[in-house]
């Protein structure tokens, strides 16, 4: 496994091509060079984002589970902390707001705050709501 480093913003900004493409998901760093050619969404979309945060692009899309478990092929690090958005912060503190809404509360927060799990709460998150949607 590659040893995994802390990169400001800045650092990141200058994998901003093809050669070598960098992209910023909730504070995490991925260097995705290799899978431009392999995505499945094209390699367009990752080199508009590549440089910069790609946390809302890479939600909108509204990505598998499949892709969320891909993605750690790729981490090369995280963002040093005064550059950090902290995004899963705030995504934890609306989940605490909304008690109940991860695995109906089966879960503790300390299980849904490690970076492992924490994609697939996601996951739960956006299914659980999906489902009060339906209805069922
Ligand atoms: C390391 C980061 C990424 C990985 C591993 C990844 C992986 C994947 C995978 C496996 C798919 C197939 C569908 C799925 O399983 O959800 C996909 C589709 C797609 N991705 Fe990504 N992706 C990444 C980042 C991004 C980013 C940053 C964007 C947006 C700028 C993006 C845009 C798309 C689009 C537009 C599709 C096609 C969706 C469709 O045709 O339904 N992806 N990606």
Partial sequence: MTELKSFSLKEVKEHNDS???YLVIYDQVYDV???LEEHPG???VLLEQAGGDATDAFEDVGHSTDARELMKDYLVGDI???DKKN??????DRMVDT???C???RHSLQICDSPQLFVTHIDCLKST???TKSGG
Avoid: Y
């Fill in 99 to 101: 008690p109940g809404n």
């Fill in 129 to 131: 709501k999906q489902r």
């Fill in 87 to 92: 995004r899963k912060k705030q995504w934890l």
């Fill in 42 to 44: 094209g390699e367009e």
């Fill in 19 to 21: 050669k070598s493409t």
């Fill in 33 to 35: 060079t290799k899978f």
């Fill in 80 to 82: 040093v902390e005064s």
């Fill in 103 to 105: 695995h109906g509360g």
